[in-house]
């Protein structure tokens, strides 16, 4: 059970009343059946949660209400009266929707024989048609109705008929399945889908006694956020088909955690048996994600079981990859970069490239070994970057924490308005587009969105589209910011919603590939007094910012050295060839590399890759170093906010997290650096001098590309579920990923003669990608739009390029494929 949350001391406005003999002082709103919470009185309940609106629905949590009659003559109270149904008798109230009333006397099922009487009744009820399968249902031994039914309920059942069934299970989705005979109607589901998610695919049909939850014909339940309606459902009607029949609640043990897929830093639970994780689940996190997470972050963990798994260390030897002791590997390691640092090439022969995905005290390591090796350069930016950007993340990000200042997700939900740039929140940082959704339902905070098309996301917090083509992006922000008289009326708005206050800005990653975009994002941030944050899509960019894995030479420029011999080693810790030419794609400093590139560095450089599957870094790598992954290690991330996040090591299966293989490498190089355990990990981290703060970027807005006849600009972005490795092995959730499509204007439409469904090629000199294409009313004519690293759609691979560039445009005869990727997808 959620209890209520703590109350501040200064809070005054408070409403005094008695429950079951016991006074107790809550704040004016609260429903009654928070404030038998507060004293440690449980009612039962179905239909109530607290992040969802009151709506009674299953009346289990009656209670008896007697309210206070007028005061005498001489001022005191009058005597209290019960709250009346039909002449004479007493009406039970429903506790989840009633607020309390000063001098309010309720009686609940410990103190009222008639309201035991009342949840009884309303127990069997509820029993009449719910099959008594607890032993294969899979909310059994975690079941609220089983709780509530030995303790509310009666010992025996009247009910002597047939119970209705219904064909089972439907599927709802390719992950969530129905068992429509449990469902109680308690519609915590429907509520969820159309309150917090803003996905109302899911509905209660029919009246009496065929009501029951359905779906819409021609709208399969699409959402990001399906497994939250699995969760919260008390009785097992709904189950998650990846966890369906495989384990019991009393067979699994539980591991607090966090999850590694985006910048949220969801709270979670992992649950697991043998040795394997069977499910994980939203932890309950106030300040960050409340109760809720993604089904990404739900069901995207099985990525370390597909069959690529790296169980031992393996030394190059002949051109062969072979298995080795872990001396023999640490050895060879070290030879290999003790050589490259001796040549002296460039005042660093290694460069370290580390992704987004590592925790603070993997990245923390990295740097700390990049310094051991002479200070090498180091970048854990594996996508799209610039120099501006390492500019912005030292002056605006690092050090911003809660603490000192930082937005935070309380800041979103209370805020006046907030500005989005390079960011689309519920395909990169889902929870903070529930937080978004919050805000404008609860405060009708007003959201507007540089972007050169209206998301699914943007029409769901009631958001306003500042339509940019891409790479306008800084010329938009300096328009907003002047509000001249070349500003549309909803840039004008824009303007003035955030210089009132508690307005905030948010910019996301993708701002790096357009010149002078976050610069022009601080000035905004200046001239209207908005908070400015940065909101990254992967978990560890944070952390690896804060920890020092940022200095010298970009990932981009780095592979472009190794690729013609000015680098002689790289040490690469979970980077993806693929994530390393979408650094080059999207660079706005004119550092440009492709794929030949990149396999050209890893084969002409000494390569130490740390890995935890199979891929073609390893494939090229002189050694090869296996490392643990999430589940199997402890560490911290940090949020987008700069909250930190730890999380403690769910399987201890021996694995060896990245900081502690680094801290014997460089022991072996003769330079330790004191990272071989998790506390000495993080009492370094403490004890790093804290930076300077560079002056802001001051970065001219770069001439956005014109495309000429035939040709567009490209827009593109990833889908949360798309064909990234850390998604391998759940097909049932990669099932409920959005259709692959290319969008573009009704414009561009006519220009191009494309109607809805029509095949369109996409093209450069690199290759070219067919797709279905989808008109899109509001959006920026000359102008199509494709996901990132969707099935049929690896941009940066297949076309070389990123978002802002110009790419060629025609309509295709041919079925919507890939037509020419010699490289697969990313």
Known sequence: MTTAPERSPAQTDLVTLTIDGVEVSVPKGTLIIRAAEEIGIEIPRFCDHPGLDPVGACRQCLVEVWMPGPPGPDGTPGEARQMQGPPGRMKPQASCTMTVAPGMIVKTQLTSEAIDKAQQGVMEMLLVNHPLDCPVCDKGGECPLQNQAMSHGRATSRFEDVKRTYPKPINISSQVLLDRERCVLCARCTRFSEQVAGDPFIALVERGALQQVGIYEEKPFESYFSGNTVQICPVGALTGAAYRFRARPFDLVSTSSVCEHCASGCAQRTDHRRGQVMRRLAHYDPAVNEEWNCDKGRWAFTYPLVGDRLQFPMVRENGVLRVASWPEALAAAADGLAAATAAGIDDTGVGVLVGGRVSMEDAYAYSALSRALGGADIDFRARPHSAEEAAFLAHAVRGVTPETGGVTYADLESASSVLLVGLEPEDESPIVFLRLRKAFRKNKTGVYAVAPLPSRGLAKVGGTLLASA??????????????????????????????????????????????????????????????????????????????????GRSTAEMVRDAAVGRLGALVVGGVDPYDIVSAGAGHADGVTIDTEDVLEAMRRAFVVSLEVRE????????????????????????????????????????????????????????????????????????????????????????????????????????????????????????????????????????????????????????????????????????????????????????????????????????????????????
């Open 615 to 826: 891929s073609a870094v390893t494939e090229l790598a002189d050694v090869v170093l296996p490392v643990a992954p999430h589940a199997e290690k402890a560490g911290t991330f940090l949020d987008w906010e700069g909250r930190a996040r730890p999380f403690e090591a769910a399987l201890d299966s021996g694995a060896m997290s990245d900081y502690r293989v680094l801290d014997m490498l460089a022991t072996e190089l003769g330079t330790p650096i004191g990272t071989r355990t998790l506390s000495g990990t993080r009492d370094r981290l403490v004890a790093e001098p804290e930076p300077t703060r560079p002056t802001a970027p001051t970065v001219e807005a770069g001439e956005p590309a014109e495309p000429g006849a035939g040709h567009v600009l490209l827009a593109t972005w990833h889908h949360l579920l798309d064909m990234g490795r850390m998604q391998d092995g759940e097909p049932f959730l990669a099932g409920t990923a959005p259709a692959t499509v290319a969008k573009v204007s009704p414009g561009t439409a006519e220009t191009f003669g494309l109607v809805d469904g029509d095949a369109v090629e996409v093209s450069t000199d690199s290759g070219s990608i067919v797709l279905p294409v989808v008109v899109t009313e509001g959006m920026v004519d000359h102008v199509v739009w494709m996901p990132t690293n969707s099935a049929g759609a690896p941009v940066r691979s297949a076309l070389g390029v990123d978002s802002g560039a110009v790419v060629g445009l025609r309509k295709a005869d041919l079925v919507a494929t890939v037509l020419t990727t010699e490289d697969g997808v990313a």
């Open 470 to 551: 891409p790479g306008t992006e800084a010329q938009v922000l300096d328009g907003i910011a002047r509000g001249s008289s070349r500003a549309t009326e909803s840039m004008t708005r824009a303007g003035e919603a955030l210089r009132e206050g508690g307005a905030v800005i948010l910019v996301g990653e993708r701002l790096a590939s357009v010149p002078g975009a976050l610069s022009a994002a601080v000035r905004l941030a200046e001239a209207t007094g908005a908070r400015l944050a940065w909101v990254p899509r992967r978990a560890g960019e944070r952390g690896a910012l804060e920890a020092g894995a940022i200095a």
